[in-house]
């Protein structure tokens, strides 16, 4: 989408959420943007698309909708923590409706968790699709203790 804008010398702007959209009748016509701490009104000629991602950083809708969160667990998130169901609240604004009667509410893989020299964790996804008696194996390391001297088990697909 980026690409396609930016050929088309459409300007992009960073860092500037939208805030909320604007309805004549029952159609959405604009929206506002804070653009540099400053509200700004634009009209949009077609429609308004929502590209807003999920809600990984909802704490309320995770604990919501994830098991393992409403048992006190967590997880690491992989995408955007900035993503804190702006777009579902905006779409709900205007009649939106969040259908969470679903099977699984979000996509699970293994995830890294490497540090980095200026102490960050760089969360890295181990892509299980990518494993297979060809190409790789997934390698899980888990620490000996007195009780468990051996726990270590092959996981390579045989
Ligand atoms: C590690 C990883 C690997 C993946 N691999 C694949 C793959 O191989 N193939 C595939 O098809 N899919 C893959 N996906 C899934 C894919 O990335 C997502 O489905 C897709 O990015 C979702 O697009 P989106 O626009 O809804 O959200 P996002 O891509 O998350 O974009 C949302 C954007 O909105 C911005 N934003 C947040 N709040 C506001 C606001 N108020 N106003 C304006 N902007 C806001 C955010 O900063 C973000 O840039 C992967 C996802 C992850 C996390």
């Not at 700004?40 to 309320?60: S, Y």
């Not at 995770?62 to 955007?80: D, F, I, M, S, V």
């Not at 905006?90 to 699970?108: C, E, I, T």
Request: net charge positive; proline share 9%.
């Amino acid at each position: 989408m980026a690409a396609a804008a930016i050929a088309r010398g459409i300007p992009l702007w960073l860092s500037s959420p939208i805030v909320e959209l604007h309805q004549a009748g029952r159609r959405t016509v604009g929206a506002v943007i804070d653009k540099e701490g400053k509200p700004v009104e634009v009209t949009a000629r077609l429609g308004v698309v929502l590209a807003r991602g999920g809600f990984p950083g909802n704490d309320d809708l995770t604990r919501r909708l994830y098991a393992h969160r409403r048992a006190g667990k967590n997880h690491a998130t992989l995408p955007p923590c900035g993503n804190a169901s702006d777009g579902l609240r905006l779409a709900q604004s205007v009649g939106g409706r969040l259908r969470d009667a679903v099977h699984q509410p979000a996509a699970w893989t293994p995830v890294s968790l490497v540090p980095q020299p200026d102490g960050a964790l760089y969360r890295f996804r181990i892509s299980t699709s990518a494993v297979s008696p060809a190409t790789s194996a997934l390698i899980g390391v888990v620490v000996a203790s007195p009780t468990s001297p051996n726990p270590i088990t092959s996981m390579s697909p045989s």
